[in-house]
């Protein structure tokens, strides 16, 4: 990466500032080098993960590219660098780099949701992207990732199908463990942790308005969609921690403006 895309802190995270067209841009034109990757979209859930355990922020290390899935990242990374950052979620990712597989010839692979639901998600992407070639989808039973055989079972499926994008919603860190375990046997494919885009892809529920989106507010619709599982990760222990994001990224920027500059030593004559 130049000056222009290179990496900000944000936690234990490196976020990159591309754009979701120029991660669709990169993944396209790996396609055409034969050379795979891998994406990771950092919500505050997976910054506030990584940076209180070491062994998660050197899994997301891996990826290639690290993206702001969620305003409060985006704005940390804003205030922390004065440079521009868009949000690039997974969900939005499944649709533009599922349509770019269609238009390149590329083939597709869906893992994780419930049962049914990744080949429902198969079957929207396919009508919306004509074309659209489907290599598989899969979805593993709750805990299969502390059976090994269960494990070597869903990951010998994915490198027999060899499809060229992988989209992989089990939530993190499994997502994450289960990319960084199979890339050396599908080294030429994509690979994007997508959360919940999978079932959100299938209709099984739908994303926030645009507006409330741009607001910062999509973490609410979510909560009202699933209170559940949703309240205690949303309001006990996200939201404290990305007030603590914003608040030292603000105390960092104002620090930096008060600096005193070197004064210049008088020149003899």
């Not at 991660?23 to 891998?38: P, S």
């Not at 997976?46 to 922020?57: E, F, H, K, Q, S």
């Not at 990319?179 to 997508?194: E, F, M, Q, T």
Request: proline share 7%; net charge neutral.
């Amino acid at each position: 990466m130049d000056a222009e895309t290179s990496t900000v802190p944000v936690g234990a995270v490196r976020i990159s500032p591309l754009s979701e067209t120029e991660i669709v841009d990169e993944v396209i034109g790996g396609w055409q080098r034969r050379a795979g990757g891998w994406i990771v979209t950092a919500n505050v859930d997976i910054v506030r993960a990584t940076t209180r355990d070491p062994r998660l922020a050197g899994l997301v290390a891996q990826a290639d590219f690290v993206v702001a899935d969620g305003m409060p990242v985006v704005w940390t990374a804003k205030l922390s660098s004065g440079r521009a950052f868009d949000r690039v979620t997974g969900a939005s990712l499944v649709f533009s780099l599922t349509e770019a597989a269609a238009r390149s010839g590329r083939s597709v692979y869906l893992l994780g949701g419930e049962p049914g639901v990744p080949e429902a998600a198969a079957e929207v992407l396919s009508s919306r992207y004509p074309g659209l070639r489907i290599a598989g989808t899969d979805s593993p039973p709750f805990g299969f990732e502390r059976s090994a055989a269960a494990r070597a079972e869903v990951t010998a499926k994915l490198v027999e199908a060899k499809p060229d994008l992988v989209l992989v919603g089990l939530g993190f860190p499994k997502q994450e463990e289960l990319i960084a375990g199979v890339r050396a046997d599908l080294p030429s494919a994509w690979y994007l942790g997508c959360g919940a885009g999978i079932p959100m892809a299938a209709g099984q529920f739908r994303r926030a308005p645009e507006l409330v989106q741009r607001m910062g507010a999509e973490w609410l619709h979510r909560l009202a969609l699933e209170p559940r599982r949703l309240a205690r990760r949303y309001l006990q222990d996200d939201t404290p921690f990305a007030v603590r994001l914003l608040t030292g990224a603000l105390l960092r920027r104002a620090a930096a403006k008060v600096e005193p500059r070197p004064t210049a030593l008088p020149v003899e004559p």
